[in-house]
């Protein structure tokens, strides 16, 4: 079986919801207007590497989404966040911080690793550059937010980044965060992934793989106030046994109904 940093990650934040997406076939359907906006604009980064008109790829991009019924957050919509989108892209060309070699060959790369009984891992880089001259792996990112950036090395913290070291060998690791606000504004973050944060995550893949193929998928309630991810997670009407709810944020793909077995697994 393939495993990925996003399966792990719902796996240690709720055995229940990997259950429900990657088992019984439940998919929270693309609404999210930042989401969507993100891969429209990763495809805007790519063509400007590729020397070609990144502002022309973000419209081609996010235009497929101009008509659809898309969740938005108060301040945004379409038109501004394609109109902060091309702001931040001139912006990015103004810095000109960042270098990518062989675009065709080091942005959007995957990789495989093997991990044994059957098993493999794979991650997608965003690009592998440099960043004022320093080679390292990079990783975009759009947000509503700056991200913070104190106390000093908080982003060696950020799992997400520690995958993309342990798979690729890469020490030196950046993120390159596109702030979407009225002033434009972009991070450009480093910092140093560790040998044992590496085995670390490594011991912590193995650990939830073993634990997927035992079956144990018990529930992990959020409810706990005043944080409560449970009601804002996708997958809660099929915790609670409320159809019409689940309905409304998911899809289920053909064929994951014939999987009744699994119920047997956890007695």
């Known amino acids: 079986m393939t495993y990925s940093y996003t399966q792990i990650s719902q796996y240690l934040t709720c055995p229940r919801k990997y259950r429900h997406r990657y088992l019984d076939g439940w998919q929270e359907k693309d609404t999210r207007g930042a989401m969507l906006f993100g891969r429209a604009f990763e495809q805007a980064l790519v ?96 947000t509503s937010s700056r991200y913070p950036e104190e106390p000093d090395g ?34 450009y973050l480093h910092t140093t992934i560790t040998d044992e944060q590496r085995r670390e995550f490594s011991q912590l893949v193995h650990g939830s793989i073993q634990q997927i193929e035992s079956a144990n998928f018990l529930p992990h309630s959020g409810i706990r106030f005043p944080q409560n991810p449970c009601s804002s997670c996708p997958y809660v009407g099929l915790c609670l046994g409320k159809p019409e709810i ?16 699994l119920d047997e697994l956890n007695y």
């Open 47 to 142: 063509a400007y590497f590729r020397r070609e008109d990144p502002a022309a790829a973000l419209f081609r991009e996010w235009s497929v989404y101009q008509k659809q019924p898309l969740q938005y957050s108060e301040r945004n919509s379409w038109e501004g966040m394609l109109q902060q989108g091309i702001q931040q892209l001139d912006r990015f060309c103004q810095d000109d911080r960042v270098r990518i070699r062989q675009p065709r060959r080091n942005l959007q790369i995957k990789f495989v690793r093997p991990l044994g009984a059957g098993n493999d891992f794979v991650a997608y880089v965003d690009a592998i550059g440099q960043l004022d001259g320093r080679g390292c792996l990079l990783e975009w990112k759009t």
């Open 154 to 187: 908080l982003l060696a913290l950020d799992p997400q980044l520690v995958c993309y070291s342990w798979i690729t060998g890469i020490s030196d690791v950046a993120q390159i965060v596109f702030v979407r606000k009225r002033l434009v504004e972009i991070q």
């Open 246 to 261: 689940a309905a409304a944020a998911l899809v289920r793909r053909p064929g994951a109904e014939h999987l009744g077995w």
